[in-house]
C-alpha cells in the first residue's frame, strides 16, 4: 500500500492504482490550476521520481501555499533540491515575512543564507528563532557558528556556553 494523503484526508493507496490517481489528480489540476491536494499528490510523485523542479512547479500553484508555512518549506526544499537555491531562498524570506513567528521557517531561511555566503543576513534571522525557541540546539549551535563566521568571537562563544549548559555532552559543540 502506498500513503495517500491531500487536503481532503489520508488513506492508503495499492499500488496498482497510482497510475490511475495520478491521472485523476491531473485531470483536478487541469480543472482548478491552484487545486490543494492536486497540486500536493503531483508535487510529491515528481518528487518520489526525483525531479524536483517539476515538483517546485507543481506546488507553487497550490492556493494552499499563501496560507501554510509547511508548504512554502517543501517548496523551499524542492528548489534547493533542483540547484535553485536562490529562488528556495527567496520563497523562504517571503514565507518568514508572513510567518515571523515560526522558527521552522526563519531557520531553514538562516541556513538560505548560510548557503548563498550571506551569514550577516543569517545571524539576525536565527536570533529571532532563538527567542522564540531558547532550548533548539541547532538554532543555537547554528548562531554561534554564523557569529564566528562574522568574527562576532564573544557573542559566539556565549552562545556556545549556552548551549553547552542545556546540552554538556554534545560533541559538536564541544569541538
Known amino acids: 500500500m502506498i500513503p495517500l494523503a491531500t487536503g ?22 487541469e480543472l482548478q490550476k491552484d487545486n490543494p491536494g492536486a497540486s500536493f499528490w503531483l508535487a510529491v510523485r515528481a518528487e518520489e521520481k526525483g525531479d524536483y523542479g517539476a515538483a517546485a512547479e507543481v506546488l507553487r500553484d497550490s492556493a494552499q501555499l499563501a496560507s501554510d508555512p509547511k508548504l512554502s518549506l517543501r517548496l523551499g526544499y524542492y528548489l ?11 520563497v523562504l ?23 548563498l555566503g550571506q551569514p550577516a543576513k543569517a545571524a539576525p534571522v536565527l536570533e ?10 541547532d538554532a543555537r549551535f547554528q548562531l554561534a557558528a554564523f557569529y564566528e563566521k562574522l568574527n562576532r568571537i564573544e557573542e559566539s562563544i556565549l552562545e556556545f556556553r549556552r548551549l553547552l549548559s542545556s546540552h554538556p555532552d554534545d560533541a559538536q559543540a564541544l569541538n
Do not use: H, I
Request: no cysteine; hydrophobic share 45%; glycine share 10%.
Open 8 to 29: 481532503a484526508g489520508a488513506g492508503w493507496l495499492p499500488p496498482f492504482a497510482l497510475a490511475a490517481a495520478d491521472a485523476a489528480f491531473r485531470k483536478a489540476k
Open 80 to 90: 534547493t533540491q533542483a540547484g535553485r537555491l536562490p529562488d528556495a531562498v527567496a
Open 128 to 137: 529571532s528563532v532563538v527567542r522564540l525557541e531558547p532550548a533548539s540546539r
Open 93 to 115: 524570506e517571503d514565507a518568514f515575512r508572513k510567518w515571523p513567528k515560526n522558527p521552522e521557517v526563519g531557520y531553514f531561511l538562516g541556513l538560505g543564507y548560510d548557503d
